[in-house]
């Protein structure tokens, strides 16, 4: 099983990316899904996360600016950030716990994609 993000990149302040990430391999069902991310120096902390039924929850801090979906057809997660900050920049990670046919549920992660939000 691989999750592999994408949709980083450079942006002003105010600006807005749309971040992705698709699971692959030998998957039976996925349940939540959810971003993650680490500024430099900083402990890793949960952006968003969604059930498989379309249930969110935010951080304080991202409420109202970030919005996380799925498509469980393409067994992809989004999290389209409108009005970054500076405090933005950081490593997201993906998340996701998925059964295999051979395995009971287990989490995933992604490798990560580089947000960097500056002037």
């Known amino acids: 099983v691989q999750l592999v993000e994408s949709g980083g990149g450079l942006v002003q302040p105010g600006g807005s990316l749309r971040l992705s990430c698709v699971a692959s391999?030998?998957?039976?069902?996925?349940?939540?899904m959810g971003w993650y991310r680490q500024a430099p120096g900083k402990q890793r902390e949960l952006v968003a996360t969604i059930t498989r039924g379309g249930s969110e929850e935010y951080v304080d801090s991202v409420k109202g600016r970030f919005t996380i979906s799925r498509d469980n057809a393409k067994n992809t997660v989004y999290l389209q950030m409108n009005s970054l900050k500076l405090d933005d920049t950081a490593v997201y990670y993906c998340?996701?716990?998925?059964?295999?046919?051979?395995?009971?549920?287990?989490?995933?992660w992604g490798q990560g994609t580089q947000v960097t939000v500056s002037s």
């Open positions: 998340n996701a716990v998925i059964t295999t046919p051979v395995l009971s549920p287990n989490e995933y």
């Open positions: 391999g030998s998957i039976f069902s996925i349940g939540a």
